[in-house]
Nanobody
Framework: QVQLVESGGGLVQAGGSLRLSCAASGSFRSINNWAWYRQAPGKQRDSVAIISSSGVTNYANSVKGRFTISRDNAKNSVYLEMNSLKLEDTAVYYC??????????????WGQGTQVTVDS
């Protein structure tokens, strides 16, 4: 009943920038926490950035100072601004939303994933 759709991935040179977007659609009351995860080949899926309903953010040490997470509640969307990209940032990036349903229950939903490839 809730769908998260991602966009913005692609191929970029080291040192460049990308902006990822994720928008929720369907029937729900609100979105609590938003988060971005990434998964590189042969690696586990790790949290990159989190933003709470009150706007408090948290970042993985590997991206702190380079990435910025933000949200637009009117658009039911979350964004990830990625700057000074490095080869090791190459991964599939997934958005995740904790969604407050019409029944007031919290459920977790995932975007479909978008490929970010950084080359030299």
């Amino acid at each position: 009943q809730v769908q998260l759709v991602e966009s913005g991935g692609g191929l970029v040179q080291a040192g460049g920038s990308l902006r990822l977007s994720c928008a929720a659609s369907g029937s729900f009351r609100s979105i609590n926490n938003w988060a971005w995860y990434r998964q590189a080949p042969g690696k586990q899926r790790d949290s990159v950035a989190i933003i709470s309903s009150s706007g408090v953010t948290n970042y993985a040490n590997s991206v702190k100072g380079r990435f910025t997470i933000s949200r637009d509640n009117a658009k039911n969307s979350v964004y990830l601004e990625m700057n000074s990209l490095k080869l090791e940032d190459t991964a599939v990036y997934y958005c995740n939303g904790e969604v407050r349903g019409q029944d007031w229950r919290l459920r977790s939903y995932w975007g479909q994933g978008t490929q970010v490839t950084v080359d030299s």
